[in-house]
């Protein structure tokens, strides 16, 4: 029992912030459930993967977990001017659409891909905590293509309530950039107004599908469409001296595995950070990375990554740089390796992780 706790809190802790369903009318609800995501040609899994497969926590559940907290500490360093694109496949473009004196980082417990566990709906797009009011900026320079109830639709029933969408000045790899701002209480401005970084765009609230007010930010990069969305933790200018943990955690035979449980610990003070791999439908891996799961402001220095893998216990050090996207792959008894994808791939795959 006392391995759940951390579960059951986060459930509880979301409970007040969750986001419910986002889509709007033109894409359907997904129906995600925590499973295997097959990618590969597959392989039979080993009997225990397979077993696993099913009730994928089951297998964790018989370990003794670190406790997962956050930094207790509201501070963070200024943050890298933007756009900030250490390498050729980072591309951290956006400030934060919540000024540097709140918090102004996503909520831990329902990350990009995270699944919110009473409706099963994969999370498209990060929460960051607010109080009802709070200036909403502008995250990049853009145009307002959408100012008002839901998205494109004036649909007061739209679980994403009262919304803003900028189409960027800038694209990627010849693609539009889109952001997403949802649950807002009050819109500041309309349709065809050009905004530069950081203009308010509207305030904090808790219109949709939401039981209390955050901010819901999403990243869309191609078309502005429900099932476009790419971890805004990869698009979101790291502060200075910090970094970001990309992961590709799969199973032996090479399948993403989903809703899969990873700690990362602080070597300097224990701090442990707790996530799950991406849900297994409604969101995108980053076309270079293929990351299944990313911690963002993670202060520069070394880590333990510790994955309980069906009975083994998997860890492997790792250096967060800063301003940099620290990158690993997990192959189930395979164990880690930190070496970074072969080579990018094209654009043609910004869609959907088969
Ligand atoms: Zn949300």
Sequence with gaps: MKTLLPFLLAILLLAPAACGRHADERAPFPSPTPSLMPTGPGAPLLPEEAASAATPTNGAMRFELPTAMEPLSAWRPPLYPAPWAPSPYDHFYFERPIAADEVNWPLPNYRYGGVFFSSGQVHTGVDISAEYGTPVLAAGPGTV??????????????????????????????????????????????????????????????????????????????????????????????????????????????????????????????????????????VNSDPYYRENMVISDLPAGIYTIRILYYGTKKEADIEILPGRVTYFSFQGYLGFDPSLPPTPDPFESLSPVP
């Design 145 to 282: 293509v959408s100012a008002g109830w839901g998205l494109f639709e004036n649909n007061p029933n739209s679980p994403y309530g009262r919304a803003v969408v900028l189409r960027h000045d800038f694209g990627y790899q010849d693609q539009p950039i889109y952001t997403v701002y949802a649950h807002l209480s009050e819109i500041d401005v309309i349709p065809g107004q050009w905004l530069a970084t950081g203009e308010v765009l509207g305030n904090v609230g808790d219109t949709g599908h939401t039981t209390g007010p955050h901010l819901h930010f999403e990243v869309r990069i191609g078309s502005d469409q429900f099932f476009s969305t790419y971890n805004p933790e990869l698009w979101l200018v790291p502060p200075q001296g910090w970094g970001v943990l990309a992961g590709r955690v799969m199973d032996t035979n090479r399948n993403l595995l989903a809703s899969f449980q990873v700690f990362v610990i602080a070597r300097d003070g224990g701090q442990t950070w707790e996530v799950r791999t991406y849900g297994a439908e409604a």
